[in-house]
């Protein structure tokens, strides 16, 4: 066994969207539908997690990863999970070799590590809290993914029947202006309600900075609107907020999700000298449509459109830029861009196969670049413009075969994959084809 962990490897489970899906669609409710901690006692009820494999509710557990493209990227992490009654912990620690992205600190010989979680949790019906490092993905991750580097937070929620109100504040990564040091916080509040197979919920999301460590009370309340003190004029220009409506539909075996990010609607009250001049406002989308039981049974089918305008990810002050760990936070990956993708999945007893389809569209706007509209002395020369796949497109058309292989405490997914890639780097006639190779495995030791 121990010559197993260290021949197989992981990327934070791509499919786990997928996963979870699945699991609701075949009968099994969550608890919440709209915040989701990265802790299985959160999204699932008690008496759920003990119908579902252990490595869903694991106490000891290891997982490790190897992915492969153009570099190697190899990951080990140990996991400590212990719960008794309506409390409990969890402790994972990642050490990764290779690649880039978070962590960047190296150790030694170019070996990385960093607490995944860290935290400390308490189920108290109607309530739940969460205090320590962790990873929260908001609906389908287009802002907030579990993928993201973790946040030391603060987390609660209250249940109310239909309703469940969630609520968590965290510490990002610290930034610089003109070689100033500044803290960046991270708050956010969401309502939802269930009823009949439909879920609606409204979130609201506000990342702020200043140069002190401690916080400005404001956002430490969760029953105040983040946006009225940027548009009282308190905090203009030094907030960063996101508007996420979201609407899921349940209905015999199918689901349909949709869900949009606005990225505060855009304006300047001083524009021409005209009062609240409007400005397009900057979007984050994804819709799909999911289904168990496609033409043969104990089979999953996935169909999303996803994608992002320019600039929606960006700030005028770069100190606001939708990052954390220098990485783009959610799973659209960066601005301007969109993606069709289908994925399908056909269950054998301990083995599952299936295809991960996907075309993806890339303009030249990215988080790295200016803000035209804030950094512009004449402000309407730059809006309204077009925003959305700009200058050269990079066109990628990505195929993956999935393996799956499970037992009640293992689980190993396999990936080949191919990409093609039509002006690559947004140089015209630049065409690539890449091969990619990762694997996930985790085995639990004591549930």
């Not at 699945?22 to 008690?46: A, N, V, W």
């Not at 504040?169 to 930034?175: M, V, Y």
């Not at 983040?226 to 548009?231: C, G, Q, T």
């Not at 861009?337 to 569209?361: A, E, Q, T, V």
Request: hydrophobic residues 35%.
């Amino acid at each position: 066994m121990i010559l197993l962990m260290f021949l197989f490897f992981h990327t934070d489970n791509i499919y786990q969207r997928d996963i979870l899906n699945e699991i609701e669609l075949r009968g099994i409710e969550f608890e919440r539908s709209t915040m989701l901690l990265d802790e299985p006692q959160h999204y699932f009820k008690k008496e759920t997690l003990s119908k579902l494999p252990r490595y869903f509710n694991s106490a000891v557990s290891f997982s490790s990863s190897f992915s492969m493209d153009t570099t190697s990227i190899m990951e080990l992490f140990p996991s400590l999970r212990l719960t008794e009654g309506d409390y409990g912990f969890c402790v994972d620690f990642m050490v990764k070799k290779g690649g880039s992205g978070w962590p960047q600190k190296e150790w030694k010989k170019g070996i990385l590590g960093a607490y995944r979680k860290a935290y400390f949790f308490m189920d108290k019906k109607p309530f739940f809290f969460m205090f320590g490092k962790n990873r929260l993905t908001l609906n389908s991750g287009i802002v907030m993914d579990n993928t993201d580097p973790p946040h030391n937070m603060l987390y609660f929620d209250y249940k109310f029947k239909n309703f469940v109100f969630s609520y968590f504040f965290s510490q990002l990564t610290p930034d610089s202006i003109s070689a100033v040091i500044y803290n960046r916080f991270l708050a956010g509040h969401s309502l939802d309600l269930s009823f009949r197979g439909l879920t609606l919920s409204f979130t609201e999301l506000c990342m702020f900075y200043n140069d002190v460590y401690f916080p400005d009370l404001y956002f430490l309340n969760p029953l105040v609107i983040y946006h009225l003190k940027s548009w009282n004029g308190e905090k203009f220009g030094e907030t960063n907020i996101f508007w996420v409506p979201s609407v899921k539909y349940e209905f015999d075996n199918s689901m349909l999700k949709v869900e949009l990010g606005v990225d505060e609607l855009q304006y300047d009250r001083y524009l021409l000298g005209e009062e609240m001049r409007y400005v397009p406002p900057q979007l984050i989308w994804r819709a799909g449509y999911y289904r168990t039981d496609f033409l043969i049974s104990e089979s999953y089918l996935s169909l999303e459109y996803s994608g992002c305008t320019r600039w929606t990810l960006n700030h005028g002050e770069e100190v606001l830029n939708w990052v954390n760990h220098r990485e783009v936070m959610g799973n659209i990956g960066n601005s301007d861009r969109d993606k069709f993708r289908i994925f399908f999945l056909k269950h054998f007893n301990r083995f599952d196969f299936g295809i991960n389809l996907s075309y993806k569209r890339n303009g030249e706007g990215t988080i790295s670049e200016s803000d035209d509209y804030w950094g512009s002395g004449r402000k309407e020369e730059f809006y309204p413009k077009d925003y959305f796949l700009t200058g050269v497109v990079e066109k990628t058309l990505e195929f993956s075969p999935i393996i799956r292989l499970k037992s009640d405490n293992l689980l190993i997914d396999l990936s080949p994959g191919l990409s093609s890639i039509k002006n690559y780097k947004h140089e015209v006639g630049e065409n690539k084809i890449f091969a990619s190779f990762s694997v996930f495995f985790s085995y639990t030791f004591k549930k």
